[in-house]
């Protein structure tokens, strides 16, 4: 990590910012954090999470943040030392990395001193960033479970630490990947996250709202775009200075993290499109979507019109030699780019202004703290089923909602072949994922509900109707923080079931029949016991009491056939022998 001075004068110098720096803590105790040589290396991946070839020199550095106050920097390292195997197993309390293979999170004074190890484990935890609380939000592997589309690569999501690296919790239970947590000037985290539950992989990488302490996970915008309409991912979600927008990296879903750069504007219309998006590089095609390159990335914002990045002109040219020669440039929103410094042996990434800013408002944290095997809660109000963006049929009446669970994939998708429901057309390198019903609440006339729902999980619902279960259609999966004070509030529909909102402030809530009643719990489903499976059959598909869907048993030895539980999709499901 360098420090570039003298920017705008003559004398323009660059400090390595560890240059004398030692770790005082922790497992590189009197030990110095070093890159390696730039050359090429010859190494093999086979997929499945284990590297072979050569012994590479020194480590790597990734994702550098500064705090508030701009006196010091976080930053993740990996030493790349120990063994390279993939280390396969479902035990939740350690990963599958060797410790020298992993990215752990650091601080550094801005002066070089104070050089101090928070994380460490068998987990890659990288991507900090300082809160306006003091806390550090950051991503780690420590979720548990494994990306559902080929290829052995454990899923991350967002979690954060006190300022000393104790205290590490999940805020977000996601299932599936996220990236770049990042605070509004509301104070709010937003982040990247990867949204395909039941719909195709590829087209669901957009930003994400949530407050501190991991309440009302939603989406800005976009999470049912058309993939040609739009880039793939929306990545390196940054908030404009004095502005409402973000700045955020338009990238591919099968490349780096590099592409154009865009200015999203939640205020507007979300039309799953590019309605809040405009694009600010004209000059470069979204990649993969649009046949475009991996020329730009990680702008910071300096106004509403100038902004740092990093561009390598060289991604356009097909004869120019290895990718990634990107330098550090200042771009506005008039067309103009100026080189600000270029390395001819490394690329520059990650700019961010040596400087103090305003801190953000701190959020009150209205989680309850529980130890992690304790069981946790949460009550949830939902307001009003009707409300969705297609109307229902007429005289439609919805009676209950059937709440259940997405289940992570425990094992990687590219070990096994399995699956528990037909997929998409275009999806057809995705798993789908098994879920556990949770049980039926029951549904007011005016649409309301007011229930109890298992927290730290990520869940769904279906209307019941006369004409049977609903199917939710590329719902947004909420979790629940077991929470303090007023409940979470939700409004469901068919298009995006149990979207949590929780209120602002304290205070009486809306005026619904639920709400005046006692919250209920979820009533178990009586399912019928499952019989005897044929040879070599891992589930079977058995009908429910009502509705068309199915339940699958026989898969789960933790699953008691009868008990309320079990395993579901949105559709009737069989499975090969």
Same mark, same amino acid.
């Given at each position: 990590?360098?420090?570039?001075?003298?920017?705008?004068?003559?004398?323009?110098?660059?400090?390595?910012?560890?240059?004398?720096?030692?770790?005082?803590?922790?497992?590189?105790?009197?030990?110095?954090?070093?890159?390696?040589?730039?050359?090429?290396?010859?190494?093999?991946?086979?997929?499945?999470?284990?590297?072979?070839?050569?012994?590479?020199?020194?480590?790597?550095?990734?994702?550098?943040?500064?705090?508030?106050?701009?006196?010091?920097?976080?930053?993740?390292?990996?030493?790349?030392?120990?063994?390279?195997?993939?280390?396969?197993?479902?035990?939740?309390?350690?990963?599958?990395?060797?410790?020298?293979?992993?990215?752990?999170?650091?601080?550094?004074?801005?002066?070089?001193?104070?050089?101090?190890?928070?994380?460490?484990?068998?987990?890659?935890?990288?991507?900090?960033?300082?809160?306006?609380?003091?806390?550090?939000?950051?991503?780690?592997?420590?979720?548990?479970?494994?990306?559902?589309?080929?290829?052995?690569?454990?899923?991350?999501?967002?979690?954060?630490?006190?300022?000393?690296?104790?205290?590490?919790?999940?805020?977000?239970?996601?299932?599936?990947?996220?990236?770049?947590?990042?605070?509004?000037?509301?104070?709010?985290?937003?982040?990247?996250?990867?949204?395909?539950?039941?719909?195709?992989?590829?087209?669901?990488?957009?930003?994400?709202?949530?407050?501190?302490?991991?309440?009302?996970?939603?989406?800005?915008?976009?999470?049912?775009?058309?993939?040609?309409?739009?880039?793939?991912?929306?990545?390196?979600?940054?908030?404009?200075?004095?502005?409402?927008?973000?700045?955020?990296?338009?990238?591919?879903?099968?490349?780096?993290?590099?592409?154009?750069?865009?200015?999203?504007?939640?205020?507007?219309?979300?039309?799953?499109?590019?309605?809040?998006?405009?694009?600010?590089?004209?000059?470069?095609?979204?990649?993969?979507?649009?046949?475009?390159?991996?020329?730009?990335?990680?702008?910071?914002?300096?106004?509403?019109?100038?902004?740092?990045?990093?561009?390598?002109?060289?991604?356009?040219?097909?004869?120019?030699?290895?990718?990634?020669?990107?330098?550090?440039?200042?771009?506005?929103?008039?067309?103009?780019?100026?080189?600000?410094?270029?390395?001819?042996?490394?690329?520059?990434?990650?700019?961010?202004?040596?400087?103090?800013?305003? =801190?953000?408002?701190?959020? *009150?944290?209205?989680?309850?703290?529980? $130890?992690?095997?304790? #069981? /946790?809660? +949460?009550? !949830? @109000?939902?307001?009003?089923?009707?409300?969705?963006?297609?109307?229902?049929?007429?005289?439609?009446?919805?009676?209950?909602?059937?709440?259940?669970?997405?289940?992570?994939?425990?094992?990687?998708?590219?070990?096994?072949?399995?699956?528990?429901?037909?997929?998409?057309?275009?999806?057809?390198?995705?798993?789908?994922?098994?879920?556990?019903?949770?049980?039926?609440?029951?549904?007011?006339?005016?649409?309301?509900?007011?229930?109890?729902?298992?927290?730290?999980?990520?869940?769904?619902?279906?209307?019941?109707?006369?004409?049977?279960?609903?199917?939710?259609?590329?719902?947004?999966?909420?979790?629940?923080?077991?929470?303090?004070?007023?409940?979470?509030?939700?409004? =469901?529909?068919?298009?995006? *079931?149990?979207?949590?909102?929780?209120? $602002?402030?304290?205070? #009486? /809530?809306? +005026?619904? !029949? @639920?709400?005046?009643?006692?919250?209920?719990?979820?009533?178990?489903?009586?399912?019928?016991?499952?019989?005897?499976?044929?040879?070599?059959?891992?589930?079977?598909?058995?009908?429910?009491?009502?509705?068309?869907?199915?339940?699958?048993?026989?898969?789960?030895?933790?699953?008691?056939?009868?008990?309320?539980?079990?395993?579901?999709?949105?559709?009737?499901?069989?499975?090969?022998?």
């Amino acid at each position: 990590m360098y420090v570039l001075e003298g920017l705008w004068g003559p004398d323009l110098r660059l400090r390595d910012l560890l240059e004398n720096s030692v770790c005082r803590n922790g497992r590189l105790a009197g030990q110095r954090l070093t890159g390696g040589p730039r050359r090429h290396w010859d190494l093999h991946y086979d997929g499945m999470g284990n590297l072979a070839g050569e012994e590479t020199e020194g480590g790597s550095f990734l994702s550098p943040a500064l705090s508030y106050d701009g006196q010091t920097v976080l930053f993740a390292y990996v030493e790349c030392q120990g063994d390279r195997q993939h280390r396969a197993h479902t035990d939740p309390t350690r990963g599958h990395w060797a410790e020298g293979r992993c990215y752990h999170i650091f601080r550094v004074n801005r002066d070089g001193l104070g050089l101090t190890q928070l994380t460490d484990g068998t987990w890659n935890d990288f991507d900090p960033c300082w809160l306006p609380n003091g806390r550090i939000a950051f991503i780690s592997e420590r979720r548990g479970g494994y990306l559902r589309c080929g290829r052995v690569c454990p899923t991350y999501t967002v979690y954060d630490m006190a300022a000393d690296g104790s205290d590490i919790r999940c805020l977000s239970f996601h299932e599936t990947n996220e990236w770049h947590p990042g605070v509004t000037h509301d104070g709010q985290i937003v982040y990247t996250r990867w949204d395909y539950v039941d719909r195709h992989g590829v087209v669901a990488h957009t930003p994400w709202l949530m407050s501190p302490d991991g309440r009302d996970p939603r989406a800005v915008h976009g999470n049912y775009a058309f993939r040609s309409a739009r880039p793939d991912m929306e990545l390196n979600v940054r908030p404009i200075p004095e502005s409402r927008r973000f700045v955020a990296t338009g990238a591919p879903h099968h490349g780096q993290a590099f592409g154009s750069l865009v200015v999203v504007d939640p205020r507007l219309p979300d039309d799953d499109g590019m309605g809040p998006v405009r694009r600010l590089t004209p000059d470069v095609d979204f990649p993969e979507t649009q046949g475009g390159v991996e020329a730009y990335g990680e702008a910071w914002a300096l106004s509403e019109h100038y902004y740092l990045c990093v561009y390598d002109p060289a991604q356009r040219l097909a004869d120019a030699g290895p990718k990634g020669a990107y330098g550090l440039y200042l771009l506005d929103s008039f067309g103009n780019r100026e080189l600000i410094y270029r390395d001819p042996d490394i690329g520059c990434h990650s700019p961010v202004p040596l400087r103090a800013r305003p =801190t953000p408002p701190v959020i *009150p944290d209205q989680s309850e703290r529980l $130890a992690a095997d304790e #069981p /946790a809660e +949460a009550t !949830v @109000a939902v307001m009003d089923v009707y409300r969705s963006r297609q109307p229902w049929p007429a005289g439609t009446r919805i009676k209950a909602l059937r709440v259940y669970q997405i289940l992570p994939l425990s094992v990687a998708s590219a070990a096994v072949a399995h699956n528990t429901g037909l997929q998409i057309p275009q999806g057809n390198d995705s798993v789908n994922l098994a879920r556990a019903v949770l049980g039926e609440v029951p549904v007011e006339a005016d649409g309301s509900a007011h229930f109890v729902v298992p927290a730290r999980k990520e869940l769904f619902s279906k209307p019941w109707t006369k004409r049977g279960w609903r199917s939710p259609r590329c719902g947004r999966p909420p979790s629940f923080s077991p929470a303090n004070g007023p409940p979470a509030w939700a409004v =469901t529909s068919r298009r995006r *079931p149990l979207r949590c909102r929780a209120p $602002a402030h304290p205070g #009486p /809530a809306p +005026a619904a !029949v @639920a709400t005046r009643l006692r919250p209920g719990r979820c009533q178990p489903l009586q399912l019928p016991a499952p019989g005897p499976t044929g040879a070599g059959t891992s589930l079977r598909a058995l009908p429910h009491a009502r509705g068309g869907e199915s339940a699958v048993a026989g898969g789960n030895p933790g699953l008691a056939p009868g008990a309320g539980v079990g395993w579901t999709c949105p559709r009737p499901i069989t499975r090969r022998t």
